[in-house]
């Protein structure tokens, strides 16, 4: 039964996403507003647990969620980078897990185009303690240039710099975005790229291209899972390493 209405839940929250990427009935926000009454200060551990919380008991999220955010930390722990690229910041949530996961010296910069949803993320990030390791950068890789020249000038972008990349975004930008950032040269041979939802919504082209480069400059493993916070619908998420 508590499976039968998670997925209920599930549906009815996309129903009301809209197009600027908030659900559009403050969810958002009061995700923020429960995480800082509710979790600890600075215990990015309680963070975590409560946001699952909000979203099995209160209102459904499209954060990564608990089951693929496993899969996301293992990633992260097993590649140990020190600079990190997320595509889709939403309320925090993935940047959280990916912060618990990495060294102590690494940084990730999370790209997010709606600066609510930034705004959101930052406010959860300051009470988890970790204002400090994530940087919220508001744009899109494919505006013109003017995020990819402010990671470059202003965040010391270089080439074979970046170690780990998480795309969780508009999933028709998968690929651009992916082409976006080999064009920087900003990958290395052992860079790692994780992708969400390649399933579900689904993200097929992106998936055939990693297929067409299997074992030539990619190598991937396809993890069968769910779609967040609920049992029924299936997904893939794609860890894929640069082989240059
Ligand atoms: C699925 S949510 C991200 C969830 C988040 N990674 C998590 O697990 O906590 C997608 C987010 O991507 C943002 N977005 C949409 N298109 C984008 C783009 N081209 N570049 C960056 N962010 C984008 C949306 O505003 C939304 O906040």
Not at 183 to 195: C, I, T, Y
Not at 208 to 216: I, L
Request: glycine residues 8%; charged residues 25%.
């Amino acid at each position: 039964m508590f499976l039968r209405w998670s997925y209920v839940r599930f549906l009815f929250g996309l129903r009301h996403m809209g197009a600027n990427w908030q659900v559009g009935d403050g969810r958002e926000q009061a995700l923020a507003d429960y995480v800082c009454a509710h979790a600890r200060r600075h215990d990015i551990d309680d963070v975590i647990r409560t946001i699952d919380e909000f979203c099995y008991t209160k209102s459904y999220l499209i954060n990564v969620g608990d089951e693929k955010g496993r899969i996301l930390d293992r990633a992260v722990a097993a590649a140990r980078p020190r600079r990190l690229l997320e595509l889709g910041t939403y309320c925090g949530y993935s940047a959280l897990r990916i912060a618990r996961a990495m060294p102590a010296d690494a940084v990730l910069y999370s790209i997010e185009f709606n600066p609510a949803n930034a705004a959101v993320a930052q406010r959860i990030w300051d009470h988890a303690g970790i204002g400090d390791r994530v940087v919220v950068i508001v744009g899109t890789l494919g505006d013109g240039g003017r995020t990819l020249s402010a990671l470059r000038e202003e965040h010391e972008f270089i080439s074979g710099s970046l170690d780990f990349v998480f795309l969780d975004h508009v999933k028709e930008e998968y690929l651009p975005d992916l082409h976006r950032i080999l064009e920087q040269d900003w990958l290395r041979p052992g860079s790692v790229v994780v992708a969400d939802n390649v399933k579900y919504p689904g993200a097929p082209e992106y998936r055939a291209f990693m297929r067409q480069h299997e074992r030539v400059r990619w190598r991937t493993r396809e993890h069968r899972t769910h779609a967040e916070y609920q049992k029924v619908l299936k997904d893939l998420v794609l860890e894929s390493t640069y082989l240059g």
